[in-house]
């Protein structure tokens, strides 16, 4: 089975790919910090096919060692960011 890394599968776009991903027959492998994502949607997920969950941070180099070192991914579909701190800026500065 053909393994898809979705960082920021734990919040609210990544979550809904992952789902996607999951029904079209791939294994799933969410990273997140859970900063914004929340762990029970990952467990929601788990409903819809072969997901796994790893907590760790894209800006520690080595969380992404151990997690390259431990899977193979087909592809990787980034969607972890921090976009809702930046909304709130710019409504600030208006
Ligand atoms: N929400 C929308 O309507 C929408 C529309 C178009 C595009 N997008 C884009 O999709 C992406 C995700 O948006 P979202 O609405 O799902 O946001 P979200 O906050 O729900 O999800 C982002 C996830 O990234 C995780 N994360 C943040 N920093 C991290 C880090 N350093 N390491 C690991 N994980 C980290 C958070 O914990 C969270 O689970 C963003 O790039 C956003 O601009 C969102």
């Known amino acids: 089975m053909k393994t898809i890394l979705v960082t920021g599968g734990a919040g609210y776009i990544g979550s809904h790919v ?4 999951l029904e079209s027959g791939y294994k799933v492998v969410i990273f997140d910090n859970l900063f914004r994502g929340h762990k029970q949607a ?19 180099v080595e ?3 151990n997690l390259f070192a431990k899977y193979e991914f087909e592809a990787v579909c980034h969607l972890a960011a921090l976009c809702l701190e930046i909304i709130l800026k710019v409504r600030l500065i208006y």
Do not use: H, P, T, W
């Not at 992952?18 to 991903?21: D, G, H, L, P, Q």
């Not at 990952?42 to 941070?57: A, N, S, Y």
């Open 42 to 60: 990952v467990d929601i997920l788990k409903k819809f096919g072969d997901v796994e969950f790893v907590q760790g941070d894209l800006r520690n």
């Open 18 to 21: 992952a789902k996607s991903f």
């Open 63 to 65: 969380d992404l060692q």
